[in-house]
């Protein structure tokens, strides 16, 4: 195992999720009193695992067609794009 690459992709996705409305919905609801915490926490690590295989599966499988260099140029402006649009729609 990489652990090099795992440290990295562990800290890219952890930041990534701190505060996304993943997390926010997760934290709505925990703190229902009448909702057990282990269920909860369950349910939304057992979504983004499944989530992630699905990445990393559809991942695998584009990059069986689509070279890596034109992936990454395509990730790359694709959050350049998000980060414009963001900008813009501040207010």
């Known amino acids: 195992m990489d652990f090099r690459l795992l440290a990295t992709v562990f800290s890219t996705v952890f930041i990534a999720e701190l505060g996304d409305k993943t997390q926010l919905a997760t934290l709505l609801y925990?703190?229902?009193?009448?909702?057990p915490k282990l269920t909860v926490f369950i349910g939304a690590a057992s979504a983004l695992v499944l989530t992630t295989a699905i990445g990393v599966i559809g991942g695998a499988a584009i990059s069986e067609i689509v070279s890596p260099r034109v992936l990454r140029w395509v990730a790359g402006l694709g959050f350049v794009g998000v980060g414009v649009w963001v900008l813009m729609s501040a207010e």
Do not use: I, K, L, T
Not at 30 to 35: E, M
């Open 30 to 35: 925990a703190s229902d009193a009448s909702h």
